[in-house]
């Protein structure tokens, strides 16, 4: 798997938006992006995946630019539940096996 | 919809004691995994399974041992217990081969070593 870097922790106030960008350099041409979230005491769930330009669901948005050597994810109007940490995943989804998570990013969201 | 259960929710063992950690999933999902998630890390894979009867090592298989006898459970064993191995377990199942998978984890099992 494409080795992925973000930011260890970042802060907001409510009601702002937030951008979290991961760096994977290394992505190959069978690669997609998917970001995973995990509360404290719970798994990680799926929020989002994609494989170029931009996907958006009703959690949040994806942008993946043309080299797709980074992607941000973007997290709309976040609230004090939005607390938790992000995982970047680069891997294809073709099968990929050893699926490793790195230690994410921490977002803080702040009344 | 279940989804992937994991049993215990908690459990104290003390050193060199054995037991099974338990995992089942009812999407029938090919792939199933173990992580274990220590304090304010990420996660590291221990082991995976890509169908019954297929296993292979993660990032820190030693210590635990897994089998896959059928598609449905993918059990976790300590064969002998270290505190090094307290920590909170997930196990994780998605369908494999296909397009737009995404990993599906259990609530976690929180296992103190004595």
């Known amino acids: 798997l494409a080795k992925t870097t973000q930011p260890i922790s970042m802060d907001s106030y409510e009601g702002q938006e937030v951008n979290i960008t991961c760096s994977h350099n290394?992505?190959?041409?069978?690669?997609?992006i998917t970001w995973y979230q995990q509360f404290p005491s719970q798994g990680p769930r799926f929020i989002i995946q994609?494989?170029?330009t931009k996907v958006t669901n009703e959690v949040a948005s994806l942008f993946i630019p043309a080299d797709r050597k980074s992607s941000t994810l973007s997290l709309p109007r976040v609230s004090l539940s939005d607390t938790a940490v992000y995982y970047c995943l680069v891997g294809d989804s073709g099968g990929y096996q050893k699926v490793t998570f790195g230690t994410g990013t921490k977002l803080q969201v702040i009344p | 919809n279940a989804g992937v259960t994991q049993t215990p929710k908690f459990q104290v063992l003390k050193t060199g004691q054995s037991m099974t950690l338990q995992c089942a999933q009812d999407m029938n999902h090919e792939y199933m995994s173990w992580y274990r998630q220590d304090p304010g890390m990420g996660l590291r894979l221990i082991h995976y399974?890509?169908?019954?009867?297929?296993?292979d090592q993660g990032e820190v298989p030693n210590g635990y041992n897994v089998s896959r006898s059928t598609t449905e459970d993918f059990p976790l064993r300590l064969l002998s217990a270290a505190p090094s191995q307290t920590s909170v377990y997930f196990c994780?199942?998605?369908?494999?081969?296909?397009?737009?998978?995404?990993?599906?984890f259990g609530s976690g099992t929180q296992l103190s070593v004595l």
């Open positions: 994609g494989y170029k």
């Open positions: 290394n992505i190959a041409t069978n690669d997609y």
């Open positions: 994780a199942s998605r369908t494999y081969g296909g397009t737009n998978e995404k990993l599906f």
């Open positions: 399974s890509v169908g019954a009867g297929i296993t």
